[in-house]
């Protein structure tokens, strides 16, 4: 499964949008970029999923660059409670089943 | 109702001690996943079960021992504890229906003394 780096950090205004990038240069042809969050000492929460459109969802919207090697999802306005932990990870969905490779993520911190 | 439970939520023993940790999910999923949260806070999957069968088997230790009674259910039984294994363990469940998205347990937080 291919590689993804993501900053380590960042920090964001309550009610703007937040954008966290994402790297996967090595992403092949059928692997998807799923993200995922960790809110403190919670389970890991699915936010949204895709291949190389753009996806919009009720909780973030992706954005796929063309050439598939990196992707931004969009918070589009945060709150206190997007405060956590943001994984980008590339995923296979041949199977059905799959290993997820959690990475280090960005941590988010929304500040009122 | 909860989709992916856990129990127990905590758990506090001696070295060389043997748990278990249940894992139940009521969403109707056909796999089902443990993953560990160490210290450092990465996230690694150590094993997934698809239909009651064994189909991920990472890099774990054999003291480690998922059993999976039914779909439902995905245990996991830990011997001789060690410290290293102080750790948070995940649960989590999946289907290929939709977008395969992995469904997370509340986790449960081990400490061996």
């Known amino acids: 499964d291919a590689k993804t780096t993501q900053p380590p950090s960042m920090d964001c205004a309550e009610g703007r949008a937040a954008n966290l990038p994402c790297n996967h240069s090595t992403i092949s042809g059928n692997e998807y970029v799923y993200w995922y969050r960790q809110i403190h000492s919670q389970g890991p929460q699915y936010i949204i999923h895709g291949l190389k459109n753009n996806e919009t969802n009720e909780m973030a919207s992706l954005i796929i660059t063309e050439d598939r090697k990196s992707s931004t999802l969009i918070l589009p306005h945060a709150t206190l409670r997007d405060t956590a932990v943001y994984y980008c990870?590339?995923?296979?969905?041949?199977?059905?089943?799959?290993?997820?490779?959690f990475g280090a993520g960005t941590q988010v911190v929304v500040t009122p | 109702d909860t989709a992916v439970s856990q129990t127990p939520k905590y758990l506090v023993t001696q070295m060389g001690n043997d748990k278990s940790i249940k894992c139940e999910q009521n969403?109707?999923?056909?796999?089902m996943y443990w993953y560990k949260q160490d210290s450092k806070k990465f996230l690694k999957i150590m094993f997934s079960y698809n239909n009651k069968e064994l189909i991920i088997n990472e890099t774990v230790p054999n003291r480690f021992s998922p059993k999976s009674p039914d779909k439902a259910h995905l245990n996991l039984h830990i011997n001789s504890l060690e410290l290293g294994d102080s750790a948070v363990y995940f649960c989590?469940?999946?289907?290929?229906?939709?977008?395969?998205?992995?469904?997370f347990g509340p986790g449960t937080r081990l400490t061996v003394l």
């Open positions: 990870i590339v995923f296979r969905l041949t199977d059905s089943w799959g290993k997820l490779q």
């Open positions: 989590a469940s999946s289907s290929p229906i939709g977008g395969n998205e992995q469904f």
């Open positions: 969403l109707g999923h056909d796999t």
